[in-house]
């Protein structure tokens, strides 16, 4: 299209290949489109299909209205060239302005959940087109006003799991004891902060447990050793009482070990004494079977082949003068001469298998 001017006849144009409109007016040659005062815009040759004038088609040859102001434009065939003249200065309908189609809908959020405090909320996003109309290019309309997008907070987000964190130890507890090692302890709370909508607790323990030195050893009281074994049956004033039914006396010892730093000594006696006879390897005038003992306890103490035993031993009889209790005990083994019992001279044993007895294993 060429804007021309100061133009004589409208059907002056013959050049196809000046590529310039003629002066004045409006001049189609074959292809080339002149247009004058911008009113009009006509496509191609004679004949053309339609032509675009405010949104309204126009058909060469045709008288149409083109819009609601009913302001009409005539188009005239003229020998070889297409002559167009324009009725009115205002041809074209008015300049259509934009207008703002409606929103389109939310985008997805960009998160899952919100903070429950400061921090940042997930958002989303909207669209909208200026198309309701479209702003007109020919009268050029105005563009809608604002913006074409929009953001805005994800409504009806669960708050995000938080986490719980450990907050400082407290002052260890004073030291529980006076001398020697304590133990102390410290607190700590799941505060900082403490866990909320399901989110983890804190690791670890609330308590931590650690040891004081006062520096000041503790009293250790005593305590005894075992005793020690027996001496043999003595009397004073006699080089051997063994088989004379002479009582004697046996005596043990034991040992405070231990004391330190002002602990109090072992309570009762050291030494240990008491009565007894020395009958090793003596002759007695009589002898007896003693009556069968208690069964013992079933060995081994699993599977079908367990037994328990119990026994009977030969005794001496001892002589009137020898006063056996408590406080008396008969050391060494005399001479055993009992009349044999099932084969046995010294002792008879009887065995008998357990029952009912666990697997072993």
């Given at each position: 299209l060429h804007m021309c001017s100061g133009m004589k006849d409208a059907c002056a144009c013959r050049d196809e290949d000046a590529g310039v409109c003629p002066k004045r007016g409006l001049h189609m040659w074959r292809k080339r489109v002149c247009v004058w005062r911008g009113r009009v815009s006509v496509c191609g040759w004679r004949g053309c299909v339609c032509t675009r004038v405010g949104g309204a088609c126009l058909?060469?040859?045709?008288?149409?209205?083109?819009?609601?102001?009913?302001?009409?434009?005539?188009?005239?065939?003229?020998?070889?060239?297409?002559?167009?003249?324009?009725?009115?200065?205002?041809?074209?309908?008015?300049?259509?302005?934009?207008?703002?189609?409606?929103?389109?809908?939310?985008?997805?959020?960009?998160?899952t959940c919100r903070p429950d405090g400061p921090g940042t909320v997930p958002s989303r996003s909207r669209r909208r087109t200026c198309s309701q109309p479209a702003p007109s290019v020919m009268p050029?309309?105005?563009?809608?006003?604002?913006?074409?997008?929009?953001?805005?907070?994800?409504?009806?987000?669960?708050?995000?799991?938080?986490?719980?964190?450990?907050?400082?130890?407290?002052?260890?507890?004073?030291?529980?004891?006076?001398?020697?090692?304590?133990?102390?302890?410290?607190?700590?709370?799941?505060?900082?902060?403490?866990?909320?909508?399901?989110?983890h607790p804190c690791p670890g323990s609330t308590r931590d447990h650690n040891f004081c030195n006062t520096g000041q050893p503790c009293p250790v009281d005593g305590l005894w050793s075992e005793w020690g074994a027996w001496s043999s049956c003595e009397r004073k004033g006699f080089s051997n009482i063994k088989c004379k039914f002479y009582r004697g006396i046996q005596e043990r010892e034991r040992n405070c070990l231990g004391k330190d730093h002002g602990g109090t000594i072992c309570p009762l006696d050291w030494f240990d004494s008491r009565a007894c006879y020395d009958v090793q390897g003596c002759r007695f005038d009589a002898y007896v079977w003693t009556a069968w003992g208690e069964w013992g306890l079933c060995q081994p103490p699993c599977g079908a082949d367990s037994r328990r035993t119990r026994r009977r031993t030969c005794q001496a009889v001892y002589p009137d003068d020898v006063h056996i209790d408590e406080n008396v005990v008969i050391t060494g083994s005399p001479r055993r001469r009992c009349a044999e019992l099932d084969g046995q001279r010294f002792e008879v044993m009887e065995n008998r298998t357990c029952h009912n007895m666990p697997t072993c294993g």
């Amino acid at each position: 299209l060429h804007m021309c001017s100061g133009m004589k006849d409208a059907c002056a144009c013959r050049d196809e290949d000046a590529g310039v409109c003629p002066k004045r007016g409006l001049h189609m040659w074959r292809k080339r489109v002149c247009v004058w005062r911008g009113r009009v815009s006509v496509c191609g040759w004679r004949g053309c299909v339609c032509t675009r004038v405010g949104g309204a088609c126009l058909r060469v040859g045709e008288r149409m209205c083109s819009c609601s102001e009913r302001v009409c434009i005539r188009v005239h065939v003229c020998g070889a060239c297409l002559r167009v003249f324009a009725v009115s200065s205002a041809c074209l309908c008015p300049a259509a302005h934009g207008a703002w189609a409606p929103w389109g809908e939310w985008g997805p959020c960009s998160g899952t959940c919100r903070p429950d405090g400061p921090g940042t909320v997930p958002s989303r996003s909207r669209r909208r087109t200026c198309s309701q109309p479209a702003p007109s290019v020919m009268p050029a309309g105005r563009s809608c006003l604002g913006q074409d997008s929009d953001s805005g907070p994800c409504p009806s987000l669960p708050f995000c799991p938080v986490a719980g964190s450990w907050g400082a130890w407290s002052a260890p507890t004073p030291c529980p004891v006076t001398c020697g090692v304590g133990r102390v302890e410290r607190h700590r709370a799941c505060d900082s902060p403490s866990p909320r909508h399901n989110g983890h607790p804190c690791p670890g323990s609330t308590r931590d447990h650690n040891f004081c030195n006062t520096g000041q050893p503790c009293p250790v009281d005593g305590l005894w050793s075992e005793w020690g074994a027996w001496s043999s049956c003595e009397r004073k004033g006699f080089s051997n009482i063994k088989c004379k039914f002479y009582r004697g006396i046996q005596e043990r010892e034991r040992n405070c070990l231990g004391k330190d730093h002002g602990g109090t000594i072992c309570p009762l006696d050291w030494f240990d004494s008491r009565a007894c006879y020395d009958v090793q390897g003596c002759r007695f005038d009589a002898y007896v079977w003693t009556a069968w003992g208690e069964w013992g306890l079933c060995q081994p103490p699993c599977g079908a082949d367990s037994r328990r035993t119990r026994r009977r031993t030969c005794q001496a009889v001892y002589p009137d003068d020898v006063h056996i209790d408590e406080n008396v005990v008969i050391t060494g083994s005399p001479r055993r001469r009992c009349a044999e019992l099932d084969g046995q001279r010294f002792e008879v044993m009887e065995n008998r298998t357990c029952h009912n007895m666990p697997t072993c294993g």
